[in-house]
């Protein structure tokens, strides 16, 4: 069985509802002609506002969306409930107590399981990072840092890359630092990953771009990719 991760660097139906490019090609990795879609918004503490906007748009496209709170849980079984999703969509927000809340319900290792079966595994900002040995973070107010997060994915992840002024000088800062090589990716760009490895880069904005970082010989090393534009 497949196992696939989408890690979105920002984009998708929450900020470019007008666009969802990203959203269909997520839909697209199923295999499944109507894919069973799960929001999950524990990192923004399960906003009402944004689970609507999940459900807006996941009606534009063909799928049965459902979502996932910790706040107030399925009935029955939360293993059964996780195992039973073609796709889990986790959205952005503070990836600390995302991290913190999912190992207290167990759902880290309902969702391992759940991937390893064959389940998509995607997410923007904080939902992009946490697949990853490490991310960067605002989780602490005021400033960008290294997280530790599943380590589904080798290395680390920077979302927002071109979004957030900062989110650049504070990655090559994290990373001379010691912080593990890794990706980043501008708003609209999503990292796609078979069985553990890198396939692609894809892109919602044609002008938005992927990069692989590295502190190499005292040194920062960026290269700089071009996604493939999803039109």
């Known amino acids: 069985m497949k196992k696939q991760i989408l890690a979105m660097g920002g984009g998708g139906f929450s900020m470019e509802p007008d666009n969802l490019a990203l959203d269909r090609f997520l839909l697209s990795l199923s295999g499944k002609e109507r894919p069973k879609i799960c929001f999950i918004g524990t990192a923004s503490g399960d906003a ?31 293993r059964d409930f996780v195992l039973d ?15 913190a809340l999912w190992k207290e319900w167990n759902l880290d290792i309902y969702l391992k399981e759940a991937y390893e079966k064959g389940t998509v595994l995607a997410g923007i900002s904080a939902g992009s990072i946490c697949w990853f040995e490490q ?69 919602s904005r044609p002008t938005a771009s992927a990069y692989e970082v590295a502190f190499v010989g005292g040194e920062i090393i960026e290269n700089k990719i071009k996604p493939r534009f999803l039109k």
């Open 48 to 78: 009402e506002s944004y689970i609507e906007k999940f459900y807006v748009s996941m009606k534009e496209l063909n799928c049965k969306p459902s979502h996932l709170s910790l706040y107030k849980g399925p009935e029955g079984s939360l």
């Open 85 to 99: 999703k073609d796709i889990f969509y986790v959205g952005g927000g503070n990836t600390r107590n995302l991290m």
């Open 135 to 203: 991310g960067v973070t605002d989780s602490v107010p005021g400033k960008l840092s290294s997280l530790d997060c599943l380590g589904l994915l080798e290395g680390s992840n920077c979302p927002h890359y071109d979004g957030e002024s900062d989110r650049r000088e504070s990655y090559h800062q994290l990373l001379s630092e010691g912080m593990k090589n890794g990706i980043a990716c501008d708003d609209g760009v999503a990292s796609y990953y078979v069985d553990g490895k890198l396939v692609e880069f894809v892109s």
